[in-house]
């Protein structure tokens, strides 16, 4: 590959004799010619720039000495002899070439230009020629990208990133070096580029790790040093997910679903990114929601959601009158309002996807006082861990279902509970009643800490339904009998 940097400051580009680079072109792999853009002026100062047309501060630097120079190293025709058109009509009428030209890439390194990436780095690694054209002061005049364009040259006005520099020659040497190590032969071990940053996968790369084992008092993570490589590209996978969570969200909505397993999607759903079911119109891709205490301003929304997610989870036989009569007496906007005014009494939480409004929500009903425990005498029974809340409502929107969501959501609306003390007593135990039919809920119920503790009975319209009541210990996995889950050994079943 043949690079040509163009600059008013040459010395600027000595360290590309360096290390990698500098190899590449003493071993002939890179042919890099640095120019001083004041050999082509021609007045006595060598004068690059001028004052900009419609006023305004700093310099701008002249075409004229930028066309002469290019034309150069490009091997363009003189700018000179272009005859003047309108617009990109005038490459129009060019006669397709009977081979393909050589593939000679002009890039403009600019604040205002696109983001330079390793996309377009792995892109220009195929070229034949990239110039680059360092401008100073407030840039270069505008037309010079525009004409080259129109001459069949491939422009780019690229930027590093949303900060100003001086000028293009650091923008120049990041490029060189990140176009350079992608040729052949210019990097050793061709396998070091596979599992970089910013490379196919689409995530940052892991932490990486060297002797000393113990350094500063900090030990090499311990799975690094077990010998087993499944486990390592799993420890690797899994932190290349979360750091790209927590430092580039950007790069987690770009992920594709199809190359993110279980465990892929686990990772992520602890950061709190989830993927929905695809939907018609849109391929799906990662989305975050974050997990938040209801407000007042989120009744309305919440009720829409009520009344699309509840008649999924009821049972086939159920009237649909019997549905619609439960969603009027218990899920409206208003009755959300009354929920979320009243946080002594109710814990709602919601999944909130942003601009895609909330995607689930959980409902708990707290004891007003450590004596009464809502809902039916017989559940009482079944909880003897007190005092109790009834975990009334757990709803996530189809989309998400499978998603990571409802566990997110149960796992917040878990340690929002065990800070909640009802007369001063912590909140001992969460329960819930799940149609004893759905045996998928149940499972996740129970991922989630829940264990069964009996059945309650109860009546929707027509029809007796029957549930299967799960409770969930809050209290400190310390002590005897204290573990989740055990605890609740201590309830008795009801038949
Ligand atoms: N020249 C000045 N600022 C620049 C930036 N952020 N990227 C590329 N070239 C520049």
């Excluded at 060189?176 to 050793?188: D, H, N, S, T």
């Excluded at 149960?410 to 149609?435: H, M, P």
Aim: charged share 25%; aromatic share 6%; glycine share 8%.
């Amino acid at each position: 590959m043949r690079i040509d940097v163009l600059t008013i400051f040459p010395a600027y580009l000595d360290a590309l004799d360096l290390s990698l680079v500098g190899k590449a072109r003493r071993d002939g792999l890179l042919d890099l010619r640095v120019h001083d853009l004041r050999d082509w002026t021609t007045d006595r100062h060598r004068t690059v720039d001028d004052t900009p047309f419609g006023g305004g501060a700093g310099m701008v630097m002249r075409p004229d000495v930028w066309g002469k120079a290019l034309d150069d190293v490009l091997g363009t025709a003189p700018a000179a002899e272009v005859a003047p058109a309108a617009g990109t009509a005038r490459a129009a009428g060019a006669a397709p070439a009977a081979t393909a030209p050589p593939r000679r890439v002009l890039l403009v390194p600019t604040p205002s230009g696109e983001r330079f990436t390793q996309a377009l780095a792995e892109d220009l690694a195929a070229a034949d020629q990239l110039v680059l054209a360092c401008g100073r002061y407030e840039g270069i005049d505008a037309r010079v990208a525009e004409h080259y364009r129109h001459t069949g040259v491939e422009v780019h006005e690229i930027s590093l990133g949303d900060y100003v520099l001086n000028g293009g020659e650091v923008a120049a040497l990041v490029v060189v070096e990140a176009v350079a190590r992608l040729l052949p032969g210019v990097i050793g071990n061709p396998a070091s580029l596979v599992e970089e940053s910013h490379g196919a996968a689409g995530l940052l790369e892991y932490p990486v790790y060297t002797k000393p084992p113990v350094w500063a008092g900090l030990a090499v993570p311990e799975v690094l040093t077990s010998g087993d490589h499944g486990k390592v590209a799993r420890w690797r996978r899994d932190q290349a997910l979360a750091r790209t969570a927590e430092r580039r969200p950007d790069m987690v909505a770009r992920l594709d679903p199809a190359a993110l397993d279980r465990a892929d999607r686990a990772v992520l759903g602890r950061h709190g990114w989830f993927v929905p079911a695809p939907a018609a119109d849109a391929a799906p891709a990662p989305v975050r929601v974050r997990v938040r205490r209801g407000t007042a301003a989120d009744a309305a929304a919440l009720a829409e959601l009520a009344a699309a997610t509840f008649p999924l989870a009821c049972p086939p036989h159920m009237a649909e009158a019997d549905v619609q009569a439960f969603i009027a007496a218990h899920l409206t906007a208003a009755h959300f309002a009354a929920y979320l005014a009243d946080d002594a009494r109710y814990l709602v939480l919601v999944a909130d996807a942003g601009r895609a409004g909330p995607v689930g929500y959980t409902l708990t009903v707290l004891p007003l006082t450590a004596g009464e425990e809502p809902d039916a005498a017989d559940v009482a029974a079944v909880v003897t861990a007190r005092p109790a809340a009834e975990l009334s409502k757990v709803y996530v929107r189809p989309a998400f279902q499978g998603s990571g969501v409802a566990g997110a959501l149960l796992d917040a609306t878990v340690a929002e509970a065990a800070g909640r003390a009802v007369d001063d007593r912590q909140l001992a135990a969460l329960w819930l009643g799940t149609n004893k039919a759905n045996r998928r809920a149940q499972r996740s119920y129970s991922r989630h800490g829940f264990v069964v503790a009996g059945l309650r009975r109860f009546r929707v319209g027509e029809s007796l339904e029957e549930d299967v009541v799960m409770v969930r210990d809050l209290r400190p996995a310390t002590g005897p009998g204290a573990a989740p889950g055990t605890a609740v050994g201590e309830t008795t079943p009801s038949r």
